[in-house]
């Protein structure tokens, strides 16, 4: 994942409510979401290294990873980053044993962030500095740096789902539309809110956007995540270079 915003709240009939955008090369194969095989996890799945980006199993356990967008520290050698979210999924660690437990080896990973939920609580880690976050109660979001690092697109995307969930007074497809709507934006940001990660310019605008379109590189999959206390409904419409592929979604 490169974008996920979500809405965390603990008391209430539906505690977490998740978007999130998927972006990678087309070329790198992919299964949409579906129900595992092999483990009671239900996710898409990334063929090249076994891995998921956003992935859920009993219980209400969810996992949910972005890379850290920085060009100088990155190895090509390093483990797969999408096996930190299959094995939270597959075991029965709480959110911050896992995390406490992954801690010392973070380092063996090209930078990330993770977001994981037990079912009760959830929780961040950011690889830099091997730090576990804290996640209070209302919305937040998490892209290519740390948890709410102000980038353009992660501040609109809050601010969508902000007003999105002041808003709520349409059938549950409606809401669906709009959320995935929000999950579509392509309108790169002014040069001058751009990050330098260590990118050409024109790569750095093209990938400010929410939605990512280049010849070889974007948004492969948009997916919204609805956790309530006894059910729960996963979404996820995919894309390649040419566009919509297909939508899957999955109740619980």
């Known amino acids: 994942m490169c ?8 008391e209430t009939e539906q505690p977490l409510l998740l978007i999130a955008n998927r972006d990678e090369y087309y070329a790198r194969p992919t299964l949409p979401l579906h129900r595992w095989a092999d483990a009671p996890i239900s996710a898409g799945k990334d063929l090249q290294a076994g891995g998921t980006w956003l992935g859920l199993a009993p219980g209400g356990r969810m996992a949910a990873l972005t890379n850290v967008r920085d060009m100088r520290n990155q190895r090509a050698d390093a483990p797969s980053r999408g096996a930190l979210v299959s094995h939270f999924l597959r075991g029965q660690f709480d959110a911050l044993s896992y995390l406490q437990s992954i801690a010392d080896r973070a380092a063996q990973f090209n ?20 730090r576990i976050v804290p996640m209070h109660p209302g919305i937040a979001a998490v892209s290519n740096a740390g948890f709410d690092t102000p980038w353009p697109k992660l501040l609109a995307l809050k601010t969508g789902l902000r007003d999105w969930t002041r808003q709520q007074t349409e059938a549950r497809e409606q809401d669906e539309r709009a959320l995935f709507a929000l999950l579509a934006h392509d309108q790169p940001a002014p040069d001058a809110q751009l990050p330098d990660t260590g ?3 024109e790569r750095e605008r093209a990938l400010s956007c929410a939605f990512i379109r280049s010849a070889d590189y974007g948004t492969r999959a948009s997916s919204l995540l609805m956790l309530r206390c006894n059910t729960a409904r ?19």
């Open 111 to 130: 930078p990330f962030n993770l977001l994981v939920y037990d079912g009760q609580r959830l929780l961040g880690f950011e690889s830099n500095g091997a």
């Open 199 to 201: 990118i050409p310019l």
């Open 3 to 10: 974008l996920i915003a979500w809405n965390w709240q603990p």
């Open 234 to 252: 996963f979404v996820e419409r995919s894309f390649d270079a040419q566009g919509f592929t297909g939508e899957v979604s999955l109740d619980f």
